[in-house]
């Protein structure tokens, strides 16, 4: 799976909202400055040459649709992130979170619940 710019994740969000969508639809869709319906149209196609979507074909225009679900790309990239900033340990990630208090101990409690339940 390759990794996607900004502009193909914020694309593929609204593929995985809508289901299906017409390049109309996305640009609908996509806030603050918009690129031009061909450029678009463009990104969208790599992302189909990615393997991340494909498309029905409606006379001249196509409706495109995921092939990837959202669950498998938070995997890949969680993965990823994982693997290049933390060193594979889950534990620095949540260390990190909680040293730039982007975690709460309650919410640290509550993970560690869920985590028990669990086993």
Known sequence: MQ???NKEEEIMKILWRLEKAFVKEIKAELKGNKPHYNTLSTIVRNLEEKNYVSHEAFGNTHRYYPL??????????????LADYYDNSY??????????????IEELREIIKLIEKEN
Do not use: G, H, P, W
């Open 91 to 104: 534990k620095s990630m949540v260390s990190f979170f909680a040293k730039e208090q982007k975690i709460s």
């Open 3 to 5: 990794k996607l710019t």
């Open 68 to 81: 990837v679900t959202k669950e498998d790309y938070r995997k890949r990239f969680i993965s990823n992130t």
